[in-house]
Every structure is written in C-alpha cells, then in structure tokens.
C-alpha cells in the first residue's frame, strides 16, 4: 500500500491561520464612549474660551452655572457603559442633578440637606436590586488575598474580597455607602486566632467564616444591626478563634457561614 504524505503541522497552521477572538460590536461602542467623555470635555471648554476671546460669550459664566451638568453627562455615559453597576453611577447622576438645579435657583435651601437623605435611599435601592437579581452589578471590585493581612476600603462600590491565606492574623475593614463581602472560609487562623476590626457607616458588610471557626463578636451597633448566622462549634471542640471589633453605625454587619 501507498503510504499518504501528510504534510507538517507548522506548515498547516501557516496556511490556515486561527482567528483571534474579537470584542463583540456591543463592547467595542462602549469602550468607545468611555473613552469620548474627557476629550469631547476638554474640545467644549476650549472652544468655550475661544468663543471668549473672539468676544461673543462670557466662558467663565457659563462654567460657573453649568459645570454641575458635565457629572450628569458623566453619570449617564457610565450607565450607558454599563462597567460601574448602579450605584456610584447614580450618585454621579444625582449629585450633577442637584448642583445644577441649585445653580439654576430651582432648587431652595442647602443642596446637602437634599443629598444624603437621598444617597441613603440609592444605597438600599441598590442593594435591593442586586439581592432580588441574585447577584451584583457587573462591574463589582472582586479579588482574591493571599496575604496575611486584609485591609479593605469600599466607598460608594460593591466590594468582595475571598481571603486565601493559610496563616490569616486579621486586618481592617472600611465600608461606607457601601456593601462589602468579605469571604474567610478558605483561611486558616494564624496561630489558631485572628482580630477583624471592621467599621460600618451607611453600608453593609457580609462576613463569610469557616464552618469550624468560633466567633467572638465585640463590635459595638448604633442605629445598626449585627446578624450572627453562624453556627459556634461545640465547647471543647478544638477551633479557630476569629474575634470581630469596631463599630456599626447606620448599617448592618452579617456574620454567615
């Protein structure tokens, strides 16, 4: 029988060549809008004061009455992008809404006395949605630690963070205006205990513990909540020992396994 030659892999590859993934055209828009925003801002206050100079408009006026709606623009094109979630968005879009009705005289009294009832109520629509849709906005800060100390900060952002450290020793948490997820159910306690000093304000924390680890709660709730869903491990039974300080204060602190 003929033997078939059968040609080399290089040589096939070279004359069928794989196509590279591409972005889809729905990303390659947003990606392109994103990045429209500070130069088209940039070309409008340039113009501005060219327009000013030539003598037909007084910039500085105009600037001084309508900066507030470059955040509403800004607001917007982060929704229509769609990488920031809900949240810091809205406060983008309202903070730019209330400044700029202010401005226009349409809108009476201190501005802030308006504002922070209203970011409160955007921090529980928020949370709400992502509850009810079983999940969080797309464009949350997720990240994996592998050190042995947490230091997290959410502000006006959903935040998890799973801790993977085989020698966990404790850290800091920060959440305002914020919801925060902190998952240790990977970690091992250093020396068998580690001390978590969390601080809440406006916000919410999730605590995520081994199922064999004994929590000791010492945070201290004003106009807040502590949830401990946790069950403790049985007396005597050997266990890590997590101990949780700080405050809360206008939010809710929720302990599961």
């Not at 096939?12 to 055209?25: G, I, Y």
């Not at 009832?117 to 629509?125: D, F, K, R, S």
Request: proline share 5%.
């Amino acid at each position: 029988m003929r033997r078939l030659a059968l040609a080399p892999c290089n040589e096939f590859c070279k004359n069928h060549p794989v196509a590279e993934p591409q972005k889809s055209t729905l990303e390659c828009r947003s990606s392109f809008r994103s990045h429209l925003f500070m130069p088209l801002v940039i070309i409008g206050v340039g113009v501005l004061f060219l327009l000013q100079n030539l003598g037909y408009l007084d910039a500085s006026s105009i600037l001084r009455t309508w900066w507030p709606s470059l955040l509403i623009v800004l607001g917007l094109s982060m929704f229509v992008n769609r990488g920031a979630g809900f949240f810091f968005p809205s406060v983008v879009l309202l903070c730019g809404l209330a400044v700029q009705l202010s401005n226009l005289e349409l809108l009476p009294g201190n501005v802030w006395s308006y504002l922070w009832p209203a970011l409160i109520v955007l921090l529980g629509l928020s949370m709400l949605f992502r509850r009810t849709a079983g999940g969080g906005p797309c464009g949350k800060d997720t990240l994996d630690v592998s050190g042995d100390k947490l230091d997290v900060t959410a502000r006006f952002s959903e935040t998890v963070r799973r801790v993977t450290s085989g020698s966990f020793s404790g850290g800091n948490v920060s959440c305002m205006f914020g919801d925060c997820t902190v998952d240790l159910t990977p970690a091992r306690m250093a020396g068998g205990r580690a001390t978590l000093r969390v601080d809440v304000k406006f916000g919410h924390l999730r605590l995520r513990v081994p199922g064999a680890c004994r929590v000791v709660v010492k945070a201290n709730a004003t106009a807040g909540e502590i949830k401990h869903l946790h069950s403790q491990p049985a007396e005597g039974t050997p266990a890590d020992v997590l101990e949780v300080e700080g405050d809360v204060a206008f939010g809710g602190l929720e302990i599961t396994p």
